[in-house]
Structure formats: structure tokens, C-alpha cells
């Protein structure tokens, strides 16, 4: 198994898209690229540590690329809004790209230039190598899932 780290604004949404996608295992949803340690949802809406809400992805590359999942994440959600994605406002929002690997960060560059002729405006998606990735609370779970509801922006399904 491999993993891959998309922030695409809220993570409820984020998450219940990529469990629909072949071939991934497992996600979780939590905070990265951040400056504290152990941050919890409330740190992270102060809009102080420097966190983004995330999915962390586990997938069969047997079964799904990374370049695939790269396409995906940026037909679920709009790559060209800084710090906000749909109703939701903030850094925690941004739209990001934590590699985990170069091969990653390569992959992730070339079809970020590839995806820009599909969007009037400029792509602000950053790329950044993950740090540690701190699991959400467990309410935040499959919360999309679990209760119907926090979509928000995401298409309902993946495609």
C-alpha cells in the first residue's frame, strides 16, 4: 500500500469522494502542515497553527495510480481559490498537496501544469512535502457517511 495526502477544503467531503475511488483501502481525515503538535479542530479554526484540514489516503497502486488520484483531486474541487473551497474560509481550507515521496512531488507538478488549461484562473494549489499528519477526532470520521450531511463543495461522486 502507498499513501497520499490531499488538502481540498472541508474534510468531510474530501474523504466520503476519495472512499468512492477504486482501489483506495482507507482515508483519514486530520491536520498537517502545521506548526504545533497534536492540534485539535478547535486549534486549527483559530487559524493560528497553520494547519490544513486533509485526507490522508491509503491505496493499491495495483489498483489506483498517484497520477490518478492527482487528477481526481483536482476535478473535486476548485484548485484556483485561495484558502477557501465553497462556503468555507481560511487557511485551514487552502488547497494542498502533501507528498510523501519526489516521485510524488514530480507527479503532482506535471499534472498541476496539465490541469491549469482547464480553470480561467491561475492554480494556487501548493505542494509541500508532508509533515506529520495528526488524525482528526474520531466524530470527524466517515463523518459524510455517517451522518449524510458535510459535502459541502464536493461532487457527490467521484468520477
Known sequence: MEQA???????????????????????????VGGHTDSPSYEDVCTHTTGHAEAVEIEFDPAQVS??????????????????????????????????????????????????????????????SKAGVFWPAEDYHQKFAERTGRGICHIPYKAI
Open 5 to 31: 495526502i490531499f488538502a481540498a477544503g472541508c474534510f468531510w467531503g474530501v474523504q466520503y469522494y476519495f472512499d468512492q475511488v477504486p482501489g483506495v483501502t482507507k482515508t483519514t481525515v486530520g491536520y
Open 66 to 127: 498517484y497520477e490518478t488520484l492527482l487528477k481526481q483531486f483536482f476535478k473535486m474541487h476548485d484548485p484556483t481559490q485561495l484558502n477557501r473551497q465553497g462556503p468555507d474560509v481560511g487557511d485551514s481550507y487552502r488547497t494542498a498537496i502533501f507528498y510523501t515521496t519526489e516521485n510524488q512531488n514530480e507527479q503532482a507538478e506535471r499534472i498541476k501544469k496539465s490541469a491549469a488549461s482547464d480553470f480561467n484562473d491561475p492554480i494556487v494549489t501548493e505542494s
